[in-house]
């Protein structure tokens, strides 16, 4: 099956620093999400970006599917961005389900 | 649109007790995934639906699990003869897909801790 790498694996920052996140896939995708799991465990949806850029305040993804790797940018930092980022894929051709990363770990301090 | 909604948000048992999840979706949403998280790990699949039918279950489910979505609204995951290694986090997640564009949408989770 695929495989989804994330890294770092940990990150911390001080507010206002910017930050960029990466996550590697071993074959062509037809999904790729980005998601921010909070403190209490809730994952929230960031972006649906299986190619191409998008942007969304403070945060702006981009995806190189012909180089298998996702890019998750944040900007400006702020202490309620802490929490884990995951990247997840389904695989071209593939099983209709979401494969998930380790995740990064993002700590923004005061 | 509440979200998607996941009851109990905690569970404790003991080995050997069966357990069950409710999962109620966003309400126009065909699609119903579950899927288990431990700890430092990103979840994994479990199972899914498309309206009230069971397209594909991974091997991490044993027979000890089993899930429904009668009538294609919302799902029960049970899990008979629990065992210290069910111990996790329980996420549903439901989504509209549209060809190959989709968003999953997750719930608070149920943690399940097995004693």
């Known amino acids: 099956g695929i495989q989804v790498e994330q890294s770092p694996p940990d990150l911390i920052l001080q507010e206002g620093a910017n930050s960029t996140l990466r996550c590697n896939f071993s074959?062509?995708?037809?999904?790729l999400q980005w998601f921010h799991q909070n403190p209490w465990g809730q994952l929230i949806n960031l972006f649906y970006?299986?190619?191409g850029t998008k942007q969304n305040g403070r945060l702006s993804a981009t995806t190189v599917a012909t180089e298998r790797y996702s890019l998750l940018y944040i900007s400006s930092s702020q202490t309620t961005d802490s929490g884990v980022y995951f990247c997840?894929?389904?695989?071209?051709?593939?099983?209709?389900?979401?494969?998930f990363g380790k995740g990064t770990k993002l700590t923004v301090n005061p | 649109d509440t979200g998607v909604s996941q009851d109990p948000r905690h569970k404790i048992t003991k080995r050997g007790q069966n357990v069950t999840f409710r999962c109620d979706p966003i309400?126009?949403?065909?699609?119903l995934y579950w899927y288990r998280q431990t700890l430092g790990q990103g979840p994994e699949f479990l199972t899914y639906?498309?309206?009230?039918?069971?397209?594909?279950k991974s091997r991490l489910l044993s027979d000890r699990f089993s899930a429904e979505r009668p009538k294609g609204s919302f799902s029960t995951l049970e899990i008979q003869r629990t065992e210290q290694g069910d111990s996790a986090m329980y996420l549903c997640?439901?989504?509209?897909?549209?060809?190959?564009?989709?968003?999953?949408?997750f719930g608070p989770g149920t943690r399940l801790l097995v004693l």
């Open positions: 309400s126009e949403h065909n699609r």
């Open positions: 639906f498309q309206n009230e039918a069971q397209l594909e």
């Open positions: 997640a439901s989504s509209s897909r549209a060809g190959l564009e989709e968003t999953q949408y």
């Open positions: 997840a894929v389904e695989q071209q051709g593939g099983s209709e389900k979401l494969v």
């Open positions: 074959d062509s995708v037809n999904n």
């Open positions: 970006i299986p190619s």
